[in-house]
T-cell receptor
């Protein structure tokens, strides 16, 4: 089973460039999440979705946009990358809000 | 608003000893779940244990147990008989309307 797959695994951007991170899950999960992880700050919730066609803001949504056009996919977009967005990004999914999360392997993003 | 607090940035434990990692939470939701995840240096997130807000008994999974004190809003993780492979970051998390994580505790097991 693939579980949760994130692409790409590594990316380097220049300030002002745009990019999209793709998260795909094959477990028919309703809930999907995007987090960023920075040293000493744990995982902070960027955006999440409770079902196909829905999205909602988390703790740190500024500078990011998301879309959930298909149930299995959750896309995270950076329209104009900034050095402050250098981080490790994790996607996760779950069947319901109080069920454990299944994580992707993470994306290391560097913005120069 | 929901919030998870882990007040121990770093902990050390002797191999084969038990260790408790602290976690407190704040929520106004009546139904929620409490979780612990392990993140080794390789970076993956590994689920350890789950406690539901309505569960009467503390959860256990092998060497891991969750000390759930609902009135105090605490969900401490107890690792018994520590092993060298337990050295990692440990995150407490709460799921409900959203899913939030604490800032983590770095555990080092000393031989």
């Amino acid at each position: 089973n693939a579980g949760v797959t994130q692409t790409p695994k590594f990316r380097v951007l220049k300030t002002g460039q745009s990019m999209t991170l793709l998260c795909a899950q094959d477990m028919n999960h309703e809930y999907m999440y995007w987090y960023r992880q920075d040293p000493g700050m744990g995982l902070r919730l960027i955006h999440y979705s409770v079902g196909e066609g829905t999205t909602a803001k988390g703790e740190v949504p500024d500078g990011y946009n998301v879309s959930r056009l298909k149930k299995q996919n959750f896309l995270l977009g950076l329209e104009s990358a900034a050095p402050s967005q250098t981080s490790v990004y994790f996607c996760a999914s779950s069947g319901q809000g109080v069920e454990k999360l299944f994580f992707g392997s993470g994306t290391q993003l560097s913005v120069l | 608003a929901q919030k998870i607090t882990q007040t121990q940035p770093g902990m050390f434990v002797q191999e084969k000893e038990a260790v408790t990692l602290d976690c407190t939470y704040d929520t106004s939701d009546p139904s929620y779940g409490l979780f612990w995840y392990k993140q080794p240096s390789s970076g993956e997130m590994i689920f350890l244990i789950y406690q539901g807000s309505y569960d009467q008994q503390n959860a256990t999974e092998g060497r891991y147990s969750l000390n759930f004190q609902k009135a105090r809003k605490s969900a401490n993780l107890v690792i018994s008989a520590s092993q060298l492979g337990d050295s990692a970051m440990y995150f407490c998390a709460m799921g409900g309307n959203q899913f939030y994580f604490g800032t983590g505790t770095s555990l080092t097991v000393i031989p």
